[in-house]
């Protein structure tokens, strides 16, 4: 199977794509990031001599917090295969590999030259729904945060004897409304599990893992659906550590130089801390495997962080074998192995 790779650096407003051809990148301009640039895109790489010499077009591109998300819908339109490596392993490897300029013309070719060299696995698109999904519970937690800083406000002005009468309403109004929006996005999320029944019974089933409460299981199956598609289909509970970066680093060197294993940090910091507080609220629980894990780790002399960030590696395991095998957590099946971090 032959594989023409093409790097895409992408901006707001533009994007910059290359070609590796043979042994050398081609360079094929820049493009605006909207519909006008996306078919002048097609029509470049059609133009092109190359695109008549391979079976398959594999776009390499990164992840920049949405900008590429219009572009990646075209991209599946055309039925071109697509991959979104880490940034981290991408940087990593263009600094062994010599590269040391940094331009959007510069990075276009150096991803090219990656998809070229490592042939990453290409990845599945998401479903709508889950994208959708996705999108409300990001708005969810915003207006969370707004109405976290608003009771905060009002219980400082509370303190305050000589407050404008029109401040503390301004603030009651503003609170009553979050509380109507959370209301509304809270309907949203309800009508969209019910048109898809397949999502409702795949939140039923993380609901049985221990750790996994209200406020986790839809995150979290966001996060298995997008480490589906990220992996095609073959990821593992090792890979969706690492790619929630609850991953150990161990530091040493030598005989003389350790220094206290950390977690890589590498994947989305929000989901690691819901999982955190997952499994806090879970080894409270009685006759629970997860509580029976961390209790074993603290009794060999783990420190309690570290025994909870085991515990939180657990529970992102066990989500990934119920969500990958469709079936509700098995106590007998899925704890037996539970006694390694």
């Not at 991408?90 to 070719?109: L, N, Q, S």
């Not at 999502?199 to 199956?221: D, E, I, M, N, Y």
Request: include cysteine; charged fraction near 20%.
């Amino acid at each position: 199977m032959s594989i023409l790779y093409a790097g895409i650096d992408i901006s707001q407003a533009n994007f910059t794509c290359s070609l590796w051809v043979g042994e050398n990148a081609v360079d094929l301009g820049e493009f605006s990031n909207d519909q006008v640039g996306f078919e002048a895109l097609a029509a470049a790489i059609a133009r092109h001599p190359a695109s008549n010499e391979y079976e398959f077009l594999h776009i390499i591109l990164e992840a920049t917090g949405g900008y590429e998300l219009r572009l990646l819908s075209f991209i599946n339109a055309q039925g071109w295969l697509f991959s979104l490596p880490n940034p981290l392993r991408v940087r990593e490897w263009a600094k062994g590999m010599g590269y040391r300029v940094k331009t959007d013309r510069i990075d276009g070719r150096k991803l090219a030259h990656f998809g070229h060299q490592r042939q990453p696995k290409p990845q599945q698109p998401l479903p709508e729904a889950i994208e959708q999904l996705d999108s409300l519970l990001q708005r969810q937690e915003d207006v969370q945060k707004l109405l976290g800083q608003e009771h905060n406000r009002q219980h400082a002005l509370s303190y305050r004897p000589q407050a404008a009468v029109a401040a503390v309403s301004s603030i009651n109004r503003t609170i009553a409304f979050l509380n109507e929006e959370m209301q509304r996005i809270e309907n949203e999320i309800d009508a969209l599990l019910k048109d898809n029944p397949e999502l409702q019974t795949q939140s039923r089933q993380l609901l049985t893992v221990a750790g996994v409460g209200k406020k986790t299981v839809l995150p979290l199956l966001v996060l298995c659906h997008r480490y589906q598609a990220r992996t095609a289909g073959a990821g593992t509970g090792k890979g969706i550590t690492a790619y929630t970066g609850l991953d150990a680093q161990p530091f040493g060197s030598g005989t003389s130089v350790h220094k206290r294993p950390t977690i890589s940090k590498m994947g989305n910091s929000q989901m690691r801390a819901r999982l955190y507080l997952a499994a806090l609220g879970g080894v409270r629980g009685k006759d629970s495997p997860l509580r029976e894990f961390y209790l074993r780790l603290v009794g060999r002399g783990k420190s309690k962080k570290l025994a909870l960030v085991a515990a939180s590696r657990k529970i992102v395991v066990w989500s990934w074998a119920i969500f990958q095998q469709g079936v509700e957590f098995d106590r007998a099946r899925f704890a037996t192995n539970s006694n390694s971090s």
